[in-house]
């Protein structure tokens, strides 16, 4: 194995030629030749240096006053229409005092929904309605230079065209984020955009167009409306793991997006398995498809015992994929056990799935 090469306290490339080491490894040599272009050149930054602190959200709290969105970043968050999506924006924004960019709709077109939601004047002071791309840069250009704040986007299909652009252009989304996006964030803003799914979506994991949006994007949010009238919260992508550990499923479920009147504000409530039963949340219809599955394969391998892989999912039912995440995190959890072995009929199973000798809730 390669020992990594490290010069003596004294090295430097004006003093040291590197042909006067004994290098024995291209590895060595590799290091070598790295740092004597750092050394040489004043162009490169090691991000591992860099004195910061761990990104922690500030803006938008939930329910339970857990932030939700982390300054310096880009969040999108998607639906269909009418998912309470500009609520939520609009709650972001006036809770913060910050600034809203609205495409969608003219100053009077938002005017009786910011009486009811009854903000200062200065909570919502700065909107603008740009109808031209030269406005939007003029605005991008002047905020950089501002304190930090959260700045909204209503939304990205109109802000596009602005830009003359394609949604479904990986180039040109490309364009809008590294001219106005990126900028911003760099500024250290919380930027949130809204955008939409078609109607009849394939893929939940991202936004209609360009799957661009999401690879640019640090968190993406999915809001769904069920046939009960709950709108569901999913966190679709989170590249600085700012919700690792609260407690989200497969799917990405985080709860409910909800409105509370008087004054009218958009309020996320994290949805918490363990206040109510598996029973009430079936009969509700508001218990993701992932959470009931993995109550189903406990609840067949409580009734039926040991049994083949195939066999349970055929009992379980669902995506095959999903399946195998499921139990792989039971496996995890220590709930279940997976090996060769025979049912409890005496058959033999190739993969054979079974509880675990103490059942402790899910």
């Known amino acids: 194995m390669y020992r990594e090469w490290e010069p003596p306290a004294d090295w430097s490339v004006e003093t040291t030629p590197l042909d006067s080491f004994a290098l024995q ?79 969608e709709s003219s100053a009077k077109g938002v005017r009786k929904r910011l009486l009811n939601m009854k903000y200062s004047e200065i909570a919502t002071g700065r909107y603008v309605f740009p109808e031209t791309r030269a406005e939007v840069l003029n605005h991008v250009k002047l905020w950089v230079d501002i304190e930090p704040t959260i700045i909204g986007f209503d939304s990205f299909a109109p802000l596009m065209g602005l830009w003359g652009g394609d949604t479904n252009q990986d180039q040109d989304v490309q364009q809008v984020f590294s001219e106005v996006f990126h900028p911003l964030r760099n500024a250290g803003h919380c930027v949130v955009f809204l955008d939409h799914v078609p109607k009849n979506p394939k893929n939940n994991g991202f936004a209609i167009g360009s799957q661009n949006k999401k690879a640019q994007v640090d968190l993406a949010l999915r809001v769904d409306l069920d046939n009960k009238g709950s709108h569901g919260i999913y966190i679709t992508k989170d590249r600085e793991n700012i919700y690792e550990g609260r407690g989200i499923d497969y799917s990405g479920f985080y709860g409910f997006l909800e409105l509370k009147e008087d004054p009218l504000r958009a309020v996320i409530r994290q949805f918490d398995f363990d206040d109510i039963t598996v029973e009430y949340q079936r009969e509700m219809g508001i218990i993701p498809k992932a959470i009931d599955r993995k109550v189903k394969v406990l609840e067949v391998l409580d009734s039926e015992g040991p049994i083949g892989k195939t066999a349970l999912f055929k009992k379980v039912g669902g995506n095959s994929d999903l399946f195998d995440k499921i139990l792989g995190e039971l496996l995890k959890a220590g709930k279940i056990f997976i090996a060769t072995g025979l049912t409890k009929q005496g058959t033999r199973a190739k993969v054979l799935v079974s509880l675990a000798p103490i059942l402790e809730g899910i």
């Open 25 to 103: 490894s291209k590895e060595e040599i590799e290091a070598a030749n790295a740092l004597r272009d750092i050394e040489a050149n004043g162009i490169y930054t090691n991000p591992v240096l860099i004195d910061a602190t761990e990104i922690e959200p500030e803006y938008m709290k939930d329910a339970a006053g857990k932030f939700m969105f982390a300054p310096s970043s880009v969040v999108t968050i998607f639906g269909e229409s009418g998912t309470r999506k500009s609520f939520l924006l609009q709650t972001a924004v006036g809770d913060h005092s910050g600034i809203m960019v609205q495409l």
